[in-house]
């Protein structure tokens, strides 16, 4: 496995399209929270970081299927996962490999956002006059939200020889996943069975972890729909054997 993860990350940093999207993700989140109008933290007049954890999730919808998208898919294109399959690994140490590849590349892109707390733990009123607890409860949840994205963006790379079909399918699962439950729910929000819909969607738990309150609910959930995207990635793969 730490093979694999070695091949993908080398893979991952020597491409363009990694960076490219490091610095797109980082630009826009940065342009959000200092620039724009309406979304910068200096015309808002709170000392908060409201703005990186409510559209993080959006870029995330674009920036985790770019960079999964070619775990299996460019394997398949260029014949080299008969080659892969031939090692002396096995498919679950493969799947985490390229998983836990795509999560650090994740990570990486989170990290720098840290010096967005930093300034704006600076810039409050008195200094330090920020949520704290708050802010490190949103990077929990944003966290295991780019977890459950990359292992969405793995299982749909494993459907498809091709990065652009694996792309848009990542896309269209993420977003189904992460608001597409809310938006049937919200068609008819007067009865209870709305609020169970709610909750399969991503975006009602991650709201909770953003509060600062880490239920142990919500990280079951999301655990378990990672373990269910890797899972189904692992049956794709297996269906070879068939």
């Known amino acids: 496995m730490f093979t694999i993860f070695q091949k993908e990350i080398r893979s991952f940093l020597s491409s363009l399209i990694a960076y490219m999207v490091l610095i797109v993700f980082l630009a826009g989140i940065g342009a959000f929270v ?4 309406d979304t910068n933290v200096l015309d808002y007049g709170y000392a908060d970081m409201d703005t990186v954890f409510r559209l993080s999730p959006y870029l995330f919808l674009f920036f985790i299927p770019a960079i999964t998208m070619r775990s299996f898919a460019e394997e ?12 002396p690994v096995r498919d679950w140490e493969i799947i985490l490999g390229k998983y836990l590849a795509g999560l650090a590349l994740v990570l990486l892109a989170i990290l720098p ?5 930093y300034s704006i733990y600076q810039l409050g009123e008195p200094v330090g006059n920020i949520d704290t ?12 939200l780019g977890a459950v994205f990359t292992s969405i963006g793995i299982f749909a790379s ?3 020889e091709n990065q652009i079909t694996a792309f848009i399918l990542a896309f269209f699962l993420c977003f189904i996943i992460y608001q597409g439950f809310g938006l049937l729910a919200s068609l008819d929000d007067s009865t209870g069975f709305s609020y169970l819909v709610v909750q399969l969607g991503i975006e009602h738990h991650y709201a909770t972890i953003r509060k600062g309150l880490i239920d142990s609910r ?10 269910l995207m890797l899972l189904l990635t692992k049956t794709v793969l297996g269906s070879r054997k068939w």
């Open 218 to 227: 919500d990280l079951v959930y999301f655990f378990s729909l990672i373990f």
């Open 113 to 117: 956002t840290v010096l967005y707390y």
């Open 158 to 160: 494993s459907l498809t």
């Open 133 to 144: 607890a708050g802010t490190i409860g949103s990077y929990i949840g944003l966290f295991l």
């Open 76 to 87: 398949k294109k260029s014949g080299t996962i008969e080659l892969l399959f031939t090692l």
């Open 34 to 37: 200092w620039i724009f109008p």
